[in-house]
């Protein structure tokens, strides 16, 4: 565990604070709950900081009552608690399970939806003490409450926990920090597991709080891999299909017995069209983006761009010419089309981006569903058919697999367990090449990937087994800000790499034992006021060359 932080007591983010060491943060805090212990006897034992793993997401056992029971624990003492969830559907899930356990009025929610006065009105109320429970979205996690006693974090891994804005922190960040500097419980809640929060279970800062394999076996539904080699030989050596022989029996078999989830990658109707003639990829001939069909498009031969939204009529082919495409992709919408083509008489249910769906009933339905708006079946589904995962896994970059694996975690957690009464059992089928993955997921063992994952990195120096920051900006203003860094000799930028025709970017990694000296060092000169510095008391030109964007622990510039 020391190789993965030479300096135990190293966790900076941009602030440049740093956590401290298990065993000298409980000295350090130890003199301080003797003072307060005649005031408040509960306070004198060492704060609980795991990590849990939630098996399901739905039912009694679902990961909403995992937060009930945390908060409960949190409320006996007489303290405030503190739930921050990724998106808008986690928190109107964990709003009305801790209304139906505490009752509305102990409730303060905090989500994007809300209108500035209703979210005002919950930060007084949870300034004055007047609330106990803050529940809400990634800035609840600087929710003013009077004594935090708990601190938890839903599915850290969700790129939404990633402030986009300056300072670009993230919730995991945060709640490390606002943990480490009082005496409240730190949970981090999720159907996976981040490497970053392994990291910290494998230097015990973190108590690893996950269940046994028995205890994972028993909850978990059916794993099939359509990919595997018995599967290919039982299909008589096909070609790969799109739904396999065996994700097409599973449905069958288990549409008679309540709803089947199927997630695909893009939502729409064909959202990638290719040349019949020559396979070139079509683009917009304005932006260069992706070329979609609409579900007219047989009818009215109008493609439509889905970056700048503009649609062309009798396009053609600037390579060859030709008017006919073929589909690239199929989307959520051709999909649904197709499936209720396959199985009629049963009710075929899309949730997109555009179009969501919280909720489904026990009836029997095919729901498709693009990553992250699947909606929860009241009793479970069961079956979930993961389709795309070769095209989900296609896009490079370094956090492609895990958030892949994720979300297959996150829609497995949705379905029954496997039970020897087939009215009761749940099936799970994934369609993916990644054996890691694959075989991570049919074991329902997403900490042995991340641990694994987590060494793999530590051998190469990637994140997050080390520490890294990014410098965006215009190429002579990020060439000045660089040349005023003083970093350590074994320490050395890479780039420049060309982000777009006006912006370079520079990536620089270094040791968790070098973090603080790193960022402080960052910080100072970002402070500085010159005319080319990112933070420039001087007004900046009005095509902003001279800002320069500065990110710790930026893995977005490690995807294409």
Not at 371 to 395: I, K
Not at 474 to 483: E, K, Q, Y
């Amino acid at each position: 565990t020391d190789a993965l932080s030479p300096d135990p007591g190293s966790y900076a983010p941009l602030t440049g604070r740093a956590l401290p060491d298990p065993e000298a943060s409980a000295s350090a805090e130890a003199p301080a709950s003797a003072e307060t212990q005649d005031a408040a006897p509960g306070r004198a034992r060492r704060p609980s900081r795991r990590a849990e793993l939630a098996l399901t997401s739905f039912g009694p056992d679902g990961w909403p009552q995992q937060v009930v029971r945390a908060v409960e624990m949190c409320r006996k003492s007489g303290r405030d608690a503190v739930i921050v969830l990724p998106d808008q559907r986690d928190l109107d899930r964990a709003v009305d399970a801790l209304s139906v356990a505490f009752g509305a009025e102990e409730l303060a929610p905090l989500g994007a939806s809300m209108g500035p006065t209703p979210r005002y009105r919950s930060f007084l109320n949870l300034r004055f003490g007047r609330r106990h429970i803050a529940v809400g979205t990634r800035s609840a996690v600087f929710a003013p409450v009077q004594d935090l006693g708990l601190l938890l974090v839903l599915d850290d891994a969700d790129p939404a926990h990633a402030e986009p804005r300056a300072p670009y922190h993230h919730v995991r960040d945060v709640a490390l920090l606002r943990a480490a500097a009082s005496d409240a419980d730190l949970v981090f809640l999720s159907t996976s597991r981040s490497l970053e929060v392994q990291r910290l279970v494998e230097r015990a800062w973190l108590e690893e709080a996950a269940p046994g394999r028995e205890e994972r076996r028993a909850s978990s539904p059916l794993m099939i891999s359509a990919n595997d080699s018995f599967s290919r030989e039982r299909e008589g050596g096909r070609g790969p299909s799109r739904l396999p022989g065996v994700a097409y029996r599973t449905a069958r078999a288990q549409l008679s017995h309540g709803p089947v989830l199927v997630q695909v990658a893009r939502s729409g109707f064909v959202p990638a069209l290719i040349c019949q003639r020559c396979g070139t990829r079509q683009q917009c001939p304005h932006c260069h983006g992706p070329l979609s069909a609409p579900a007219h498009h047989s009818q009215s031969r109008t493609l439509r761009c889905r970056w700048c939204g503009l649609h062309h009529r009798r396009h053609r082919c600037a390579e060859c010419g030709a008017t006919e495409f073929r589909a690239g992709s199929r989307g959520a919408d051709r999909t649904a089309q197709e499936l209720g083509r396959a199985f009629p008489g049963i009710n075929v249910i899309s949730s997109t981006a555009d179009h969501p769906v919280s909720e489904v009933g026990p009836d029997p339905a095919l729901v498709v569903s693009t990553p992250g708006m699947e909606p929860v079946a009241e009793d479970g589904y069961t079956a979930a058919l993961l389709l795309d995962g070769n095209a989900q896994l296609s896009r490079e970059g370094l956090d492609v697999p895990r958030g892949v694996l994720m979300r297959w975690f996150r829609v497995a957690s949705l379905v029954r367990a496997h039970s020897a009464d087939p009215e009761r059992s749940g099936t799970v089928v994934v369609s993916a090449d990644a054996e890691d993955l694959t075989a991570a997921l049919v074991r329902w063992d997403p900490v042995g990937y991340a641990r694994r994952e987590l060494y793999e990195r530590l051998d190469l120096g990637l994140p997050p087994a080390t520490r890294m920051l990014s410098v965006t900006g215009g190429s002579a203003a990020v060439d000045d800000f660089i040349g005023r860094v003083s970093l350590p000799e074994s320490v050395h930028w890479i780039g420049p790499a060309p982000v777009d025709e006006e912006q370079n970017r520079y990536l620089l990694f270094f040791g968790y034992a070098q973090a603080e000296q790193i960022v402080s060092e960052v910080r100072r000169v970002r402070s500085t006021p010159r005319s080319t510095s990112t933070r420039s008391r001087a007004a900046p030109p009005a095509d902003g060359s001279s800002h320069v964007r500065v990110v710790v622990d930026d893995i977005e510039a490690l995807q294409v």
